[in-house]
């Protein structure tokens, strides 16, 4: 692991001041700005959760940076299907279908996209019902929306003090330089792709974790984060025990977008059945901190700590904790 020579402090201010912890950040302001009551809806969650007889219709949507669309639009296309898929699981559901919004250039400019989009939704079996597209535009634009269904929930809302905080991440990968993903999925077989994403539900089924989050754009301490601050708690990450692979500077490591890659909130009695899940399926998979009473998120290395995020000082994304069973309720 590559954490010789590391400054503690430089580190936190580092990621504290990122790209990924400032584009977070801006979730506040649209939280804020469209009046969201965030005591009566649980928002800040991977997916909206809406109470459906005896489970969960569960509710996404991803949009991408033009510049990403534009530079690697078949990645993009496969990555619309791929983050949506993996916000569903998050949540400990199964996706149903997919629709997308593509705009571009003609079809010359559409079609990798399309042919990305496409491989995706047959690798991870997951149909594309419908959307909208303008091939009229100057710009390549795109984003999808995704419905699935869970009957018990994974939710950022409910990790408690001494739960361990659990990482789990696909390291059979590679870079897709110059983005900060790491790419462990297109070129793995696909029923691998569906049975790793199946661990998810089966650990929400079997209840042997109170909440999880997928690590999306903010790396691993964002996303550790953004699940404190949904759950009004603070963590304690130890650097030096996150899985990761050989030859990676940490702080890049910390700051990168795994293409499977979750953080789960696991009580003492359970992290073993957990860690045993995901290495069975050769996913690397480990306790890397504590989750804390405090509303701090720090990282620890070498008998050190240094704070990244204060919560109790300034909110990340703007949600105040809420109940895992306070999701929306739809009228009838």
Not at 200 to 221: F, M, N, T, W, Y
Not at 255 to 264: A, C, D, K
Request: charged share 20%; net charge negative; glycine share 10%.
């Amino acid at each position: 692991m590559s954490t010789a020579g590391i400054d503690l402090g430089a580190l936190a201010r580092s990621l504290r001041e990122s790209r990924s912890f400032v584009a977070k950040a801006d979730i506040a302001e649209v939280v804020k700005s469209l009046g969201i009551d965030t005591g009566a809806i649980a928002v800040g969650d991977d997916c909206a959760a809406i109470p459906d007889g005896d489970g969960y219709l569960l509710f996404a949507i991803e949009g991408f940076i033009n510049e990403f669309v534009a530079s690697d639009p078949w990645f993009a296309g496969w990555c619309g299907v791929m983050v949506n898929v993996s916000d569903i699981a998050a949540m400990g559901g199964r996706p149903l279908a997919t629709v997308n919004a593509v705009w571009s250039d003609g079809q010359d400019g559409a079609l990798p996209i399309l042919e990305g989009l496409r491989d995706a939704s047959r690798a991870f079996d997951v149909p594309m019902v419908g959307g909208h597209s303008n091939l009229r535009t100057k710009n390549s634009q795109l984003a999808l929306s995704i419905l699935g269904r869970a009957k018990k929930l994974l939710t950022s809302f409910d990790a408690v003090p001494g739960d361990h905080l659990v990482a789990a991440i696909d390291l059979r990968g590679r870079y897709r330089d110059p983005y900060p993903n790491w790419d462990a999925a297109t070129s793995a077989p696909t029923a691998r792709l569906r049975g790793d994403l199946e661990l998810l539900p089966e650990i929400a089924e079997a209840g042997l974790a109170r909440a999880a989050k997928d690590i999306s754009q903010g790396g691993i301490v964002g996303t550790a984060t953004m699940l404190a601050e949904c759950s009004g708690v603070g963590a304690i990450i130890d650097i030096d025990a996150i899985p990761m692979p050989p030859g990676v500077g940490m702080e890049r490591w910390l700051q990168t977008f795994p293409s499977f890659g979750y953080l789960l909130a696991v009580g003492p009695d359970q992290l073993d059945a957990v860690l045993a899940r995901f290495h069975t399926r050769d996913i690397a998979a480990a306790p890397i901190g504590i989750i804390t009473q405090d509303l701090a998120v720090q990282i620890e290395f070498d008998g050190h700590r240094e704070t990244v995020w204060d919560l109790s000082d300034r909110p990340l994304i703007g949600c105040a904790p809420v109940s895992a069973t306070s999701h929306i309720e739809i009228p009838a």
